[in-house]
């Protein structure tokens, strides 16, 4: 297949905390299974992470950065196939980000409801900046500048792609036709990882950095990462019963055991139906421990290399911007901007 017939793919991931491995099995596993069969665009949304601005004030941001783009590599997204890049050093998207906050309804974004939750009224008023609620155009602006045909997320981004082709369909019926509308690509299982101290709620990097028990962390310690799997809460039976409703927690560890190790739900019910809940939670920590100690021993070597590293941010950026700007030219010349 020539790279021309292959279909494009754009994702990226905010660089607000530390990644999780829901992360990594809504998004990163779903790059990485992809990579021989779509040209893959994927970067490190900075820009992003400054419309919250607790995660980033006091921190060093471009180290955090880094450390995402380094555990991409970690992951196995090979930049050879793979374009790799961080969202800030190409310029087109905070340019392109700007023509669609020009052309998106006001009433489209606040009905998000990542901003009814981040945004609540009272921090509002209390002087959240207005990026959050632009958040969604610049998200827009980050894929159609890739024409991309496939957009690979996890649920709670859903909404994020249908209002970017809410808002390419409406460039085009105003300049003409200038934007591919992506589709969105969601895993059938493993699209919504739960936090293992409460199943109920998505994990998420915000929740692990108050919440020890929440998330494993893609770097975190093997041995705290197999502590918070054996605690993680499942209900009052002792095992694992497919006769009965599973409980939510104990559904999760399923879905997070079969992304580890591709199985299907009918294959870990002959694994583990009747088996106590110590002997599933050590299966998992078995298997997300020895996953995590691969991309951790990756990681530290790549991120030792900082030529090698420094070389992949600049060349991944230089192939992201010979695209983004030929597309951004296009949108220029479109709203009449330029000739
Ligand atoms: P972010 O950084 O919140 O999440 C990155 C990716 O991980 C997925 N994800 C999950 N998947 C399964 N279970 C979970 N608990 C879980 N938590 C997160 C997310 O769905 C996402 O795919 N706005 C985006 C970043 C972004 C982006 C883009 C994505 C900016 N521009 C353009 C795609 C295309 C975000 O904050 O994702």
Redesign the pocket.
């Known amino acids: 297949m020539t790279s021309q017939a292959k279909k494009r793919v754009?994702?990226?991931?905010?660089a607000?905390g530390s990644l999780?491995i829901?992360?990594y099995?809504?998004?990163i596993s779903q790059w990485v299974d992809n990579q021989a069969e779509y040209e893959n665009f994927l970067?490190v949304?900075d820009l992003?992470a400054l419309t919250i601005p607790e995660a980033i004030v006091g921190k060093n941001l471009r180290a955090r950065v880094e450390e995402i783009f380094a555990l991409y590599l970690a992951c196995g997204i090979d930049p050879e196939r793979s374009t790799l890049f961080v969202?800030s050093d190409v310029v087109e998207h905070a340019e392109l980000g700007w023509l669609m906050t020009c052309v998106t309804p006001v009433s489209w974004l606040e009905r998000m409801t990542q901003f009814k939750t981040k945004g609540k009224v009272a921090d509002v008023d209390s002087g959240v900046g207005a990026g959050l609620l632009c958040?969604p155009s610049?998200?827009a602006a980050?894929?159609l500048l890739y024409d991309p045909d496939l957009?690979?997320?996890?649920?709670?981004?859903k909404q994020?792609?249908e209002i970017t082709r809410d808002i390419a369909k409406r460039f085009n019926a105003m300049f003409g036709e200038t934007f591919k509308v992506p589709d969105v690509v969601i895993r059938q299982s493993?699209?919504?990882?739960?936090g293992l101290d409460d199943p109920t709620a998505?994990?998420?990097?915000s929740t692990a950095e108050r919440s020890p028990g929440h998330a494993i962390g893609l770097l975190d310690p093997l041995d705290k990462s197999r502590k918070a799997i054996m605690r993680a809460v499942t209900d009052s039976n002792s095992g694992v019963d497919f006769s009965n409703e599973l409980a939510p927690g104990v559904t999760n560890l399923l879905t997070i055991f079969e992304c580890f190790t591709a199985t299907t739900r009918e294959q870990s019910r002959e694994q583990f139906d009747g088996a106590g809940y110590g002997t599933l939670k050590s299966a998992v920590a078995d298997v997300v421990t020895d996953k995590l100690a691969e991309i951790q021993s990756r990681f530290h070597d790549i991120a030792d290399d900082r030529d090698t590293l420094n070389k992949q941010l600049a060349r991944g950026a230089e192939r992201a911007r010979a695209i983004a700007s030929t597309k951004l030219a296009q949108a220029y010349r479109a709203t009449g901007l330029r000739q």
């Open positions: 754009l994702s990226g991931i905010t607000t999780h829901g992360n099995i809504g998004a970067f949304a992003h969202q958040y610049l998200q980050d894929i957009v690979p997320v996890g649920e709670d981004q994020h792609v493993g699209g919504r990882i739960m998505k994990m998420s990097k």
